[in-house]
């Protein structure tokens, strides 16, 4: 393709894209498609009371998980039914069905975080088990684990993006990792624990005051569920 070619399709890309992100996707076209292309997820239930968490308040917690959660997972579920449709149109362009494709792996990777987001919530912020000696092995003492996991935060502060203890396992070891979107982790990373630092999380509470909400969702992470998805991951590696 040459230059002007492509500056006219990237051109129409974008009425494209729109025009193919702005419909729905039938109940009929949904049992039709293959299953990579179903778009049947469904929203995962808060699994602790949002109104008993400490510092962060109930409406908060709903709003996030009711409008960028839940909205991510409609989304997703009307992107792979749009995939489903332009692969049986042999017309569409392949940048139009590439944009079609990145806007997945975005919504993707949001749906997954938050899931990993809000099911680690619920806590005392005291880690334990497994996962607490292995981050004092791996780190020096769980002490310093928390402040570069605060330190790569702030760095977020007022930017978009997620913090990740993640299971490396290519490496066999335990790295919190930095992601500026919803698409990134070490290749092999299996993500323990995810942060979300965009403002949504928690401008309604705490405004700008972005370390002050870090240290509040510490106190209540639920180090029980990072516990079982390390052991989760451990198998993984030994398998």
Do not use: C
Request: net charge negative; proline share 4%; hydrophobic share 40%.
């Amino acid at each position: 393709m040459n230059t002007q070619t492509r500056r006219r399709v990237l051109g129409t890309l974008g009425v494209g894209a729109t025009s193919v992100l702005a419909g729905t996707v039938s109940s009929a076209q949904a049992a039709d498609a293959p299953p990579v292309f179903a778009g049947q997820h469904t929203p995962v239930p808060l699994s602790f009371d949002a109104a008993k968490l400490e510092g962060l308040s109930e409406k908060l917690i709903t709003s996030h998980w009711e409008n960028n959660y839940i909205g991510s997972v409609n989304a997703l579920n009307m992107i792979e039914g749009k995939l489903s449709a332009a692969m049986d149109d042999p017309d569409t362009h392949p940048l139009v069905y590439n944009g079609l494709k990145r806007e997945e792996l975005h919504r993707t990777g949001s749906v997954i975080l938050h899931e990993l987001y809000f099911g680690a919530l619920g806590g005392d912020g005291k880690p334990g088990g497994g996962i607490a000696g292995a981050l004092a092995s791996a780190f020096g003492s769980v002490e310093a684990w928390q402040a570069e996991f605060l330190r790569i935060s702030g760095g977020l502060g007022g930017g978009p993006g997620w913090v990740m203890l993640s299971f490396n396992l290519h490496t066999n070891s335990l790295h919190s990792y930095w992601a500026p979107d919803h698409m990134h982790n070490a290749t092999t990373g299996v993500p323990l624990l995810a942060l979300d630092m965009y403002e949504h999380s928690y401008h309604m509470d705490y405004g700008t005051a972005a370390r002050r909400y870090v240290e509040v969702f510490m106190r209540n992470t639920d180090w029980e569920v990072v516990d079982q998805r390390y052991q989760r991951a451990l198998r993984m590696a030994q398998a």
